[in-house]
């Protein structure tokens, strides 16, 4: 079954210059590089370093990403904050400039009950005039979107999808069972180390940050699962374990970052600039 919304979803990096600002140049350079790859760009994701990139930027590096989008690439663009109003000017301001789809985690100030999780998507879906998935990481928000919740609102018409990254192999097999055949609402796994595992319990697509420095290795996981070849999957899934490990061992997520910053700096595709509060690898 071909859905709307499938494949490998790469959370990209924000390449920024020394100002601040979105590198306009190093975007199209990334979303190209993707494109060959047959991978599509989530801009303003966790990788992304969303929740400290200011309205301004975060709309030039939405509209550079779309502007340099390929032929059969979707531009899916994150949405972050606590602010409800804003987050639905800033969803229909994403899918005007031609974001694909618009993804967005929980507001994570306060925790929320699963009525005012469910309340807040439901809002989200009814005010954007565009695609909208659910985005469930607990490592940033400290909440999970229960399973119940995920179920009441997979019937909205505007709600496409949910990019799930907790580590439960249980809740993993058990969303990919109940909407894999499901045509209007996908599910992407976001543990990347459970890329090829997902893919071959039925995942719709994979959103994995390594595929920032070796989109190519994907493209061939992505291929090998697509033609069955399990042995092939995981190969190429330990592989990219092994680069993984590179930048995320015995690092926080924002150290983490830096360094998948510098190592693509090394490949010439961006910048070594961080965001404040976080600080490049020096």
Known sequence: MQKRF?????????????????????????????????IHPLVLGTT????????????????????????NQNIYAGLVGNQVGDLIIRGNQYINLGA????????????????????????????????????????????????????????HPNIWGLKDSERDIERMEFLIK???????????????????GSLKFGADGIVPSTGNYVPEMYKKLYAAALNEDWKICDTWQNETDIVAQQYQKDKTL?????????????KELCNKTMMPPLTEVE
């Open 6 to 38: 499938s494949g490998v979803v790469v959370p990209m990096i924000t390449p920024l210059n020394k100002d601040y600002t979105v590198d306009v140049t190093a975007v199209e350079r990334i979303v190209t590089l993707f494109a060959e790859n047959g």
């Open 48 to 71: 992304g370093e969303c929740s400290s990139i200011n309205e301004l930027e975060s709309l030039r590096l939405v509209e550079a990403a779309v502007k340099a989008k390929g032929e």
């Open 100 to 155: 694909d789809c618009v993804v967005a985690t929980l507001p994570s100030y306060y925790g929320l009950t699963p009525k005012q999780m469910a309340h807040f998507y439901k809002t989200l879906a009814d005010k954007i005039h565009g695609p909208l998935m659910m985005y469930n990481i607990k490592a940033t928000t400290q909440m999970t979107i229960p399973l119940e919740v995920v179920t009441e609102l997979s019937s």
């Open 178 to 196: 109940t909407y894999k055949n499901n045509p209007e609402f996908s599910y992407f796994c976001g543990w990347g180390a459970q890329s090829a």
């Open 254 to 266: 924002g150290e983490s970052l830096a360094v998948l910053k510098s190592l693509m700096h090394k």
